[in-house]
């Protein structure tokens, strides 16, 4: 067949080549080709076909669930609770069970596995799922006697193993597959699921953390605190908010002779006489106290009282009756602590109540130098009502706070009473404000101040805190 007229030259050399190139036996361009051997040979993966094992030791093999992947692993020695979490294959039955009637299957297409039995290290967990049982019982052991509902376990597996249990199951494990350590955690699991009973694993907030070294099976349960919150009211002048540390030997254990060899600066605080009685009916090992600011040892708290959380350090009993604790802290007290409002708490409120900056209502009693004309006084005190104040720190507590001038304000003041050369009044401010400062001045370092005003020296006879405009 003669070319078109219509194409051009080049295309019709171009397709008389071609054809002459591929059609021809003449001047073959591939004749001086020589073929190179491919130096991995070729396999055709036939899933229904044995192989012999010193095959499956030359050669690769498919990922599972393909027959040939599993009978891959049985090669290598997996264990039957690995060879039926990489399979991908679903079974009757799980675990271990599920691996064995795996194995049974492949040997039925495989006869030469026959001979082929359960590694005695196994390559994926090093037999770390046979130990499952024991580490079960040795967590239900450690849990007798300690009230729970939810738990959750942690497991320390080795690098090592994890590196190699990774790459084995990345080229031979069927997609998605289990790894080691969420199918350890499952099988305990389950075990104690059967074992406990009632109880549910959770990712958040359990009662107990269950955490397991594998290189050593050690079993450690942390018992994880129960949080209270309510509100405090102190009658006292003589109690600190929290403990207080022996001055001369810092609170060490035993003490010391000043102390009495309680290494306690005070005997009693609010947290002993709210938390020892709540952590002797729980079987605590201890309490912490987070309170919304506190007041000085000598300044009462009343009103509704002050804003607080404990925290009950690893209990053995989590569900207290708190309606019984109310009354039961003020009589153990003798009446100088009393609470309200208890209720079940979290660590978030913790958080919420330490950072909660809110206005305190307070009365205040104190002393001039002399007796004050008593309208020009309550005129000169009212005036300082809606001020800011700049307080330097002061020098009492300069010790353990930065120096520097905070700014607060006086949001009212109210009940001004002038008794000779005493002066009672009511007063709320914003939170943060020294009020004993705030009367006496703290020689100048708080501007404007009520000594300041008055131009007389003043001086505290008593303070007390009548609420905490929170919650």
Same mark, same amino acid.
């Given at each position: 067949?003669?070319?078109?007229?219509?194409?051009?030259?080049?295309?019709?050399?171009?397709?008389?080549?071609?054809?002459?190139?591929?059609?021809?036996?003449?001047?073959?361009?591939?004749?001086?080709?020589?073929?190179?051997?491919?130096?991995?040979?070729?396999?055709?993966?036939?899933?229904?076909?044995?192989?012999?094992?010193?095959?499956?030791?030359?050669?690769?093999?498919?990922?599972?669930?393909?027959?040939?992947?599993?009978?891959?692993?049985?090669?290598?020695?997996?264990?039957?609770?690995?060879?039926?979490?990489?399979?991908?294959?679903?079974?009757?039955?799980?675990?271990?069970?599920?691996?064995?009637?795996?194995?049974?299957?492949?040997?039925?297409?495989?006869?030469?596995?026959?001979?082929?039995?359960?590694?005695?290290?196994?390559?994926?967990?090093?037999?770390?799922?046979?130990?499952?049982?024991?580490?079960?019982?040795?967590?239900?052991?450690?849990?007798? &006697? +300690?009230?729970? !509902?939810?738990?959750?376990?942690?497991?320390?597996?080795?690098?090592?193993? *994890?590196?190699? $249990? /990774?790459?084995?199951?990345?080229?031979?494990?069927?997609?998605?597959?289990?790894?080691?350590?969420?199918?350890?955690?499952?099988?305990?699991?389950?075990?104690?699921?059967?074992?406990?009973?009632?109880?549910?694993?959770?990712?958040?907030?359990?009662?107990?953390?269950?955490?397991?070294?594998?290189?050593?099976?050690?079993?450690?349960?942390?018992?994880?605190?129960?949080?209270?919150?309510?509100?405090?009211?102190?009658?006292?002048?003589?109690?600190?908010?929290?403990?207080?540390?022996?001055?001369?030997?810092?609170?060490?254990?035993?003490?010391?002779?000043?102390?009495?060899?309680?290494?306690?600066?005070?005997?009693?605080?609010?947290?002993?006489?709210? &938390? +020892?009685?709540? !952590?002797?009916?729980?079987?605590?090992?201890?309490?912490?106290?987070?309170? *919304?600011?506190? $007041? /000085?040892?000598?300044?009462?708290?009343?009103?509704?009282?002050?804003?607080?959380?404990?925290?009950?350090?690893?209990?053995?009993?989590?569900?207290?009756?708190?309606?019984?604790?109310?009354?039961?802290?003020?009589?153990?007290?003798?009446?100088?602590?009393?609470?309200?409002?208890?209720?079940?708490?979290?660590?978030?409120?913790?958080?919420?109540?330490?950072?909660?900056?809110?206005?305190?209502?307070?009365?205040?009693?104190?002393?001039?130098?002399?007796?004050?004309?008593?309208?020009?006084?309550?005129?000169?005190?009212?005036?300082?009502?809606?001020?800011?104040?700049?307080?330097?720190?002061?020098?009492?507590?300069?010790?353990?706070?930065?120096?520097?001038?905070?700014?607060?304000?006086?949001?009212?003041?109210?009940?001004?009473?002038?008794?000779?050369?005493?002066?009672?009044?009511?007063?709320?401010?914003?939170?943060?404000?020294?009020?004993?400062?705030?009367?006496?001045?703290?020689?100048?370092?708080?501007?404007?101040?009520?000594?300041?005003?008055?131009?007389?020296?003043?001086?505290?006879?008593?303070?007390?805190?009548?609420?905490?405009?929170?919650?």
């Amino acid at each position: 067949m003669s070319p078109d007229p219509s194409e051009d030259e080049e295309d019709v050399t171009w397709v008389s080549f071609s054809s002459a190139g591929y059609g021809s036996a003449e001047d073959d361009p591939w004749e001086d080709v020589v073929p190179v051997p491919s130096p991995d040979p070729e396999v055709d993966w036939y899933d229904d076909d044995p192989i012999d094992g010193e095959a499956a030791i030359q050669w690769d093999a498919p990922p599972c669930p393909a027959p040939l992947g599993i009978a891959h692993l049985i090669r290598i020695g997996c264990c039957d609770h690995c060879l039926h979490r990489l399979s991908g294959r679903r079974t009757e039955k799980r675990g271990s069970e599920g691996g064995s009637e795996l194995r049974e299957q492949s040997i039925l297409t495989n006869p030469d596995l026959s001979d082929v039995g359960p590694g005695s290290d196994c390559p994926t967990c090093e037999n770390l799922m046979d130990d499952a049982r024991n580490i079960s019982e040795i967590i239900s052991s450690a849990c007798e &006697g +300690i009230e729970y !509902a939810t738990m959750q376990v942690g497991v320390h597996i080795p690098k090592d193993l *994890m590196e190699e $249990e /990774d790459a084995i199951r990345t080229r031979y494990g069927a997609p998605a597959s289990t790894p080691l350590k969420a199918t350890f955690v499952e099988e305990i699991q389950s075990i104690l699921t059967g074992e406990i009973g009632d109880i549910e694993f959770v990712k958040e907030r359990p009662d107990l953390m269950i955490l397991i070294d594998t290189l050593t099976l050690r079993v450690e349960v942390d018992v994880r605190p129960v949080f209270i919150y309510g509100r405090y009211i102190k009658n006292s002048r003589e109690i600190p908010q929290t403990r207080w540390p022996c001055r001369s030997c810092r609170g060490r254990q035993g003490g010391c002779e000043a102390c009495g060899s309680s290494g306690l600066q005070y005997e009693d605080s609010v947290q002993d006489l709210i &938390g +020892i009685p709540f !952590a002797g009916t729980m079987g605590a090992e201890d309490t912490a106290f987070h309170g *919304m600011g506190r $007041e /000085d040892i000598d300044v009462r708290c009343l009103g509704n009282g002050r804003p607080f959380v404990l925290e009950v350090k690893s209990p053995r009993s989590r569900s207290p009756d708190l309606a019984e604790f109310e009354s039961k802290i003020s009589s153990t007290s003798g009446g100088r602590v009393v609470v309200n409002s208890l209720r079940f708490s979290d660590r978030k409120e913790v958080a919420r109540i330490k950072q909660t900056r809110s206005e305190k209502t307070y009365t205040i009693r104190f002393s001039t130098e002399e007796a004050i004309d008593q309208e020009n006084a309550v005129s000169l005190i009212h005036s300082l009502s809606g001020k800011t104040v700049e307080q330097q720190t002061p020098t009492r507590v300069s010790h353990r706070r930065a120096d520097k001038i905070r700014k607060r304000k006086i949001v009212s003041i109210d009940n001004v009473e002038v008794h000779g050369e005493e002066i009672e009044m009511t007063l709320r401010c914003e939170a943060g404000t020294y009020i004993k400062e705030l009367v006496h001045s703290d020689e100048g370092r708080t501007v404007p101040s009520v000594s300041g005003t008055l131009n007389s020296k003043c001086e505290v006879i008593w303070l007390d805190v009548e609420n905490v405009h929170a919650d």
